[in-house]
Structure formats: structure tokens, C-alpha cells
């Protein structure tokens, strides 16, 4: 499947007429303001008090962006557009990935900023990354250089509302690197209502999300799975467009993009913690909605639950371990075939059959087997010249042996890069208050259906 086609599956169906959300417009707001439930949910006002995002950047993997739109204009980096080769914040034609920068980092326009949409993290900036059908791009590009490039421009989140069908061995050593480099990379399950994550939210280390609606029940047509992480309003979602000024859509794009500003929230907030903690604060502090409380985590659906921003922001979380709850792609110990290794990726997904190389070839073994023969030889002609001449002295390399003071020793074992002290380890379920200040949704009066 083409990366153009699985875009618009996974963007989301635009929503056809005005809907309303039971809540009168008010006086300081236009009607696409008021039609943005998320941030009444999440309490935006309380939210921003705590952080704006500012000072993050957050890649934009997808259509190019309208940097012009008046809910965006400043926030939205030239970025690149790896159809033309020029920059990527001129669309003028697709909605999808101006509509995802908006949710992320739009800060409104008019007086007080009061029209239009806003994003979660309105201070954030945005950087644009444009991408081409996978294999018919400049230079045959794919997702490999894209991701490389975001990485290499500073991005410290980025967001791939996207679901490519499959992933190359260079796009798994991408995304690897973009883990390597600490950058959060936050993926949509998909929106074909299968038990079934794509490739890329699947992918050891990125976050999985899945959309959930304004009562936090799922989303019909959210993919569910094993990996799912979080979940986030993905239902009757505003957002800024670029062929016409607003959109309605619904989709697990738009969760994944509001997964990004609440993770850009937290890292301009707590700029020590690393990719792996910020997901911890956001699964820590997550949901679930009234009577599903006591369900065992994560759950194919849910995950660990929605996103709550403020709590995210302001609940007392340990810092955790370097990864939190993100796996870790295995590493790869020798290039792969046909080439060495990209500059500066030292690992790979490791899901795919013969990625792996952790044996010794039978050269080597050779080697290393006469190379220790002929060490013993040595020891035992010193040992009986010795012998001979009534002096034992100490073995060689000095007192101790090999490795022993004033010897050549062996140096010290490395850990490797990803290895840790042992898996993740999960509080158990969470017992979340959704009326609590902050959170998300509000606590209906009665428990919604079950999935």
C-alpha cells in the first residue's frame, strides 16, 4: 500500500454538516473553538497555567503544512518537503497534515486569541516534514531519510499519523536511531477496527495510540492490540485545514496528535526527563472510563488509558527508569547486507526474519580457537623453562594474571546500549478519579456501554 493511500485511511473521515456537542457557543469564542471538546475536557485553561510547550519541536511527518494559516502563522518551521526537495510549510492543497500541526501547536487568532482552534501545546513549534509515496519520491526516498531528517533538525517528538503497511530494514534502522537519540515518536494504530496495530505502531519504542470518543468510550474503528499505549480524544475533532479553513474529522490522527502536544507539554515542563520517562508520566497519570477502572493494564484498546494533560503536568511521579514502559528495538551487531551502516544507527527493529546476526561466523571461531591454542603453547614452554631454572615467578601479565596490574588484561564489558536492569514493571490498575481537576472525560452520570 502506497504511503499516499494509507494517509487517507489513516487521517480519519472528515465528518459531513455541523454538529454541536450540547454546549452553547459563548460570547468569547467562535463556534470552532467551542466545537473543540478536547480541551474543555482537559481543562486547557489549568493545563497552560502549568505549560505551553514552548521551547519544543515537534516533526510533522506527513503533508506538508500551511504555514501561513492564521491559527499557525509563526509556529510552523520551513521544515522540508521531500516530494519537491523545497521546504514544507506552503500547502496549499492537502488538509491532513495542517490539521495535525494544529492540534499540536495552533494558538488561535483575533482578539485574545479567542478564534479558531488551539492546539494543546500552543507555544510549541512545528517542524514540517513532507513526504512523497513511499519508493516514488526524490531519490526514491522513503521514510528512512524523513525520519533521519527530523531527528537531525532537532525535533524531540515526532508525530507519524501515518501507517505505512510494511516497514523497510532502513525505516526500522530509522526509527531506531530516532530512539537512540532520545526523541519521543508517537504513531496511530489505525482506523480499520481491526485487533491489529500496523508496523510502524508496533515498532519497539514508538507510541502506540488509539482514538477514544467524548465519553471515553474507543472508537469503533480504532485498531486495538497487544502494543497500544495510550488512547486520546479522536472523535469529532476541529481542526485547521488548508483547502478550506477548518475540518471536522474523525480518526486516530488526531489522537496521536494530541498524544504530541501533551508530550511536548511535558518536555518543555521537565526538560531532564528523557523520552521513555515523559511516556511514563502520561501512562501513569492515564484513564479509563467510569466502571472499566478495574480492567487489567494495558488493555488491547485502551492501553493504559487516556490521556490526562494536567495530571501528566502536575501529579508527584517517579522519575522512573531511562525507558519507562517503551520497549527497546534489539540491536544489530554487524551491517547489514549490501553496505555498512547508515551513519550513526547502531540498531534495528529485529522483527523481521535473518535481521539478526548475534553468532560468531565459523572463520572467527577458527581464528579465535588457534588464537588460544597458541597462548597455551606459550604459557606452558615459559612454565617449564621456569621450571628448570627453579624460579616460579608470577604468571604473566604481571600479579593476578591477564588483566591484573601492569598486565594487557581484556577491557571491561560494555553494556550494551539498550540493555536494562529488567523489564518494565507496572503499578496495577489505575484508579482514576475522571472528575478529578484535569481530567478526561468528564464523569458521566451514568456509565457509558462497554466496547
Keep these: 500500500m ?41 481543562d486547557a485553561q489549568s493545563v497552560w497555567k502549568e505549560s505551553t510547550g514552548k521551547g519544543v519541536t515537534v516533526a510533522v511527518i506527513d503533508d506538508a503544512v500551511d504555514g501561513s494559516h492564521p491559527d499557525l502563522t509563526g509556529n510552523v518551521l520551513p521544515g ?27 494558538h488561535g487568532h483575533g482578539p485574545g486569541k479567542t478564534d479558531g482552534v488551539m492546539g494543546l501545546a500552543p507555544d510549541a513549534k512545528i517542524l514540517p516534514v513532507a513526504t512523497p509515496e513511499l519508493g516514488a519520491g526524490v531519490g526514491n526516498s522513503d521514510l528512512a531519510e524523513v525520519i533521519r531528517y527530523a531527528v537531525d533538525h532537532d525535533a524531540s517528538i515526532i508525530n507519524m499519523s501515518i ?41 519497539p519504542g514508538v507510541v502506540a495510540v488509539g482514538a477514544v470518543d467524548k465519553t471515553g468510550k474507543v ?44 508530550a511536548a507539554l511535558l518536555r518543555s515542563k521537565f526538560p531532564d526527563l528523557t523520552a521513555g520517562q515523559i511516556a511514563n508520566r502520561l501512562v501513569k497519570t492515564a484513564g ?56 550513526g544507527a547502531s540498531g534495528t527493529g ?31 614452554i615459559v612454565v617449564v623453562s621456569q621450571k628448570k631454572k627453579g624460579r616460579n615467578g608470577p604468571p604473566p601479565g604481571g600479579p593476578g594474571g591477564f588483566g591484573g596490574p601492569g598486565g594487557p588484561g581484556f577491557p571491561p564489558q560494555q553494556q ?21 481537576p484535569g481530567a478526561f472525560p468528564p464523569a458521566p452520570p451514568t456509565p457509558p456501554p462497554g466496547q
Design 350 to 380: 529485529g522483527d523481521q526474519a535473518g535481521e539478526q546476526n548475534d553468532g560468531l561466523g565459523m572463520g572467527a571461531i577458527v581464528g579465535i580457537g588457534v588464537g588460544v591454542l597458541a597462548v597455551v603453547a606459550v604459557i606452558v
Design 416 to 436: 550494551g546500549p539498550y540493555q536494562q536492569p529488567g523489564p518494565y514493571q507496572q503499578p496495577g490498575p489505575y484508579q482514576q478519579q475522571p472528575s478529578a
Design 163 to 203: 501507517g505505512p503497511s510494511t516497514l523497510s530494514h532502513g525505516e526500522k534502522r530509522a526509527l531506531t536511531y530516532a530512539i537512540q537519540k532520545d526523541v519521543l515518536v508517537v504513531a496511530a494504530s489505525g482506523n480499520d477496527g481491526q485487533e491489529q496495530l500496523g508496523a510502524l505502531a508496533s515498532f
Design 80 to 106: 522540508k518537503s521531500f516530494i519537491d526537495g523545497g521546504t514544507a510549510d506552503h500547502e496549499q492543497t492537502n488538509d491532513h497534515g495542517t490539521g495535525m500541526a494544529s492540534i499540536i501547536a495552533g
Design 219 to 262: 472508537w469503533g474503528k480504532s485498531n486495538s492490540g497487544s502494543g497500544l499505549m495510550l488512547s486520546a480524544p479522536g472523535v469529532d475533532i476541529t481542526s485547521a485545514a488548508t483547502s478550506k479553513q477548518y475540518r471536522l474529522a474523525n480518526g486516530t490522527s488526531d489522537s496521536t496528535a494530541y498524544v504530541s502536544g501533551a
Design 288 to 343: 479509563l472510563p467510569a466502571g472499566q477502572e478495574g480492567m487489567k493494564l494495558p488493555d488491547p484498546h485502551y492501553g493504559y488509558g487516556f490521556i490526562r494533560p494536567y495530571s501528566a503536568l502536575t501529579k508527584n511521579i517517579p522519575t522512573g527508569s531511562k525507558n519507562g514502559p517503551l520497549k527497546t528495538p534489539k540491536t544489530e551487531t554487524a551491517p547489514a547486507a549490501g553496505g555498512p551502516s547508515a551513519p
Design 2 to 42: 502506497s504511503f499516499t493511500r494509507t494517509l487517507r485511511a489513516v487521517g480519519g473521515a472528515v465528518v459531513a454538516g455541523a454538529l454541536l456537542f450540547g454546549a452553547a457557543p459563548t460570547a468569547l469564542a467562535d463556534q470552532n473553538r467551542d466545537d473543540q471538546w478536547p480541551l474543555k475536557s482537559f
